[in-house]
């Protein structure tokens, strides 16, 4: 790249290693180099410091650029084709977003269906176990199918919230919950009735 120093053509721009100089062509008249604040170094080279201003419009152009200093206008650029300028940046694009796998209403009805089927049938079990024997084993089985008919339930109640059959198995459930407290008092309310006539008895 060249500096075109305003009647000055063709200057060179270095790098050093505590400043940056703008340096003449060779033959030119010592007066017009004082004239633009030029300087002469120890071995008679001429050299300019850019100001701040000078120094980013010929960063801006570096190094594909020639820059072009104007009494009357901002600094130009002409693109230099023997250092042509160096491909555009590639440009980085996002990865693709695949769109989350979704079970097709078809398929989420069917499994919804399914677990609902499960649910029921371990409620029933738990209904048959009961009637056979009231033992303590065959109790806790009986809970541990109804805790499973549970959980069956509500995941299809979260999972499938549009499932009729899960919203079906979800209403027996509560029934059958209101339906245990209800006997659960009543059995209360008889063992304290048992209580007070036993004591009026001993009495």
Partial sequence: MFIYYY?????IFEFHETQSVILPPKGTAEGLLQQYGFQQN???NWYKIPNP???EAIMKGYPNYHVIFSFDAPPA????????APPPP??????????????????????????CCIALALLALAFIIICISTEGPAL???????ILSCILTII????????????IMLGILILLFILFIIAV?????????CLDSCWSCSW
């Fill in 7 to 11: 009647t000055i053509p063709k200057c």
């Fill in 140 to 146: 806790m089985l009986s809970f541990g199918s109804v």
């Fill in 77 to 84: 650029y002409e693109q230099d084709f023997q250092n042509p």
């Fill in 156 to 167: 299809v109640r979260l999972r499938y919230p549009d499932s009729v059959f899960g919203k």
């Fill in 53 to 55: 201003q000078e120094y």
């Fill in 90 to 115: 590639v440009q980085s694009y996002p990865p693709p977003s695949y769109p989350e796998f979704q079970e097709k209403p078809e398929t989420s009805g069917r499994t919804a269906n399914i677990l």
């Fill in 42 to 44: 120890e071995n008679g």
């Fill in 185 to 193: 008092v009543e059995v209360i309310i008889e063992c304290i009735n």
